[in-house]
């Protein structure tokens, strides 16, 4: 079945230094979202992506479609210790199960 | 509009027991989702409702198992609990399919002894 890698499991980086995050499908994706969880809280949806290769920019946030719609890639600029937290990205396949995978997601730390 | 509400929000119990978890999804909303999340695993689906019909299903045994209700609230329930089940259970509503946005609650943290 249609399964979602994410790494790196863990990033631990300096205020100040920029992180990215990648997620790789083993099916061609529909569309792609990602989530951010807070410690303790849940994921809440940042974006969507469905074109091939399409880029979306949030603030410091840039994500990444792959062209061929497998990959995908969230990037943010200059990190802050308010970006602390698990990113998931979650990929729909091609089939009309209109079914979420999810990857194991990258948990992100800050040094301050 | 008020968020995705799930009760309890902690339950323990030991093994051999039944636990039910409910969630009230944002109004409007017609699909819900469950999730199963430990450290270990990530996010694992569990099921999807929609009108009351379960559209789609993970890869969990027959001891989990869920229901939709005609006001789009849904139950999820676990039979003969085990120590593995300890886990976060999420719900997620979505407006119309399991993969529009998903709109999480709070979670149910189930402790298993």
């Known amino acids: 079945g249609q399964q979602v890698m994410q790494i790196p499991q863990y990033q631990h980086v300096q205020e100040g230094e920029d992180f990215t995050t990648y997620c790789n499908s083993s099916t061609t994706l529909s569309n792609i979202q990602w989530y951010k969880q807070r410690p303790g809280g849940h994921p809440v949806f940042l974006i969507q992506?469905?074109?091939?290769?399409e880029v979306k920019k949030q603030k410091r946030l840039t994500f990444q479609f792959g062209e061929a719609k497998k990959n995908s890639s969230l990037h943010i600029t200059a990190t802050q210790t308010t970006d602390v937290g698990t990113y998931f990205c979650?990929?729909?396949?091609?089939?009309?199960?209109?079914?979420?995978?999810f990857g194991s997601g990258t948990r992100l730390l800050v040094r301050p | 509009k008020a968020g995705v509400t799930q009760t309890p929000r902690y339950l323990i119990k030991t093994r051999g027991q039944q636990v039910t978890l409910s969630c009230s999804p944002i109004s409007g909303h017609r699909s819900v989702s469950w999730y199963q999340q430990t450290p270990g695993q990530g996010l694992q689906f569990l099921f999807e409702?929609?009108?009351?019909?379960?559209?789609n299903k993970g890869n969990f045994p027959g001891r989990f198992s869920g229901r939709q209700f005609s006001n789009s609230r849904s139950e999820m329930n676990v039979s003969t609990l085990e120590l593995g089940d300890s886990a976060l259970y999420l719900c997620?509503?979505?407006?119309?399919?399991?993969?529009?946005?998903?709109?999480f609650g709070p979670g149910t943290r189930l402790t298993v002894l």
């Open positions: 979650a990929g729909q396949g091609m089939d009309s199960s209109y079914k979420l995978i």
């Open positions: 997620a509503s979505s407006l119309r399919t399991g993969s529009d946005t998903q709109y």
């Open positions: 409702y929609f009108s009351e019909t379960q559209r």
């Open positions: 992506l469905v074109k091939s290769g």
